[in-house]
């Protein structure tokens, strides 16, 4: 069982717009995290927010958590064409011992 | 800089025969995870460790076993592979469940034919 859900699937925008993505889990989380991936490799971590945070800020990227909605988004801002890449977001079930469920991702293409 | 090395960036096995997907870490993180990844489908857990020698099950074990004899190496054993187990495979490790970030590694893309 998937515990996140991204929305949208895919996001096409132009160089400069911002990007927004959703994500919507359904228990209880310790924190919520998000990641890239670039076509054919491995994730990177982008950003972490805690179950008691509900904004936190990186670079470009500004993340916000509702744990009342269960839900999280990240904004790109000025996107730029090297941000084309697949975005997951990941949680924890908020037990001790349990891995990083990951949702099924956003695709965004970001066009010069 | 954390570094996760799986063996091989892309393999190709024939049905039925046995294959190990091997997995190493080099920052001493006590959990780590295989995950596969299809298109539309996203990152399915397939199991995880949070110890040597302890292991749980994810959301689609059947067919694959794992292995951690070490701390800093985690195998992921295709039993019998079939061709429903074509897939990129992901490892990937962290020190603490939700608390810290996950490392992965560059994937391997498995083909059996």
């Known amino acids: 069982s998937q515990q996140g859900e991204e929305d949208p699937q895919a996001l096409s925008i132009q160089g400069g717009e911002n990007a927004t993505m959703n994500c919507s889990y359904k228990t209880s989380i310790n924190n919520l995290q998000w990641y890239r991936q670039n076509s054919g490799r491995g994730l990177v971590h982008l950003i972490l927010?805690?179950?008691?945070?509900r904004e936190k800020h990186s670079g470009r990227l500004r993340v916000t958590l509702d744990t009342s909605k269960k839900s999280s988004s990240l904004l790109i801002t000025a996107s730029r064409a090297a941000d084309t890449a697949s975005y997951f977001c990941a949680t924890d079930a908020n037990q001790a011992g349990t891995a990083l469920i990951f949702g099924k991702g956003t695709t965004l293409s970001v066009s010069s | 800089d954390v570094k996760v090395t799986q063996s091989s960036r892309y393999l190709v096995k024939r049905t039925g025969e046995k294959v190990f997907l091997e997995c190493v870490q080099d920052m001493d993180h006590e959990n780590m995870f295989w995950y596969r990844q299809d298109p539309g489908l996203g990152l399915r857990l397939i199991y995880f460790s949070y110890d040597v020698k302890m292991k749980e099950k994810g959301d689609i074990p059947e067919g694959y076993s794992v292995s951690r004899e070490k701390k800093e190496r985690f195998s992921l054993i295709l039993e019998s592979a079939s061709t429903n187990q074509t897939s990129m495979y992901l490892c990937a490790s962290s020190f603490r469940t939700g608390i810290t970030e996950a490392f992965f590694g560059q994937g391997t893309r498995l083909t059996v034919v």
């Open positions: 927010i805690r179950s008691n945070e």
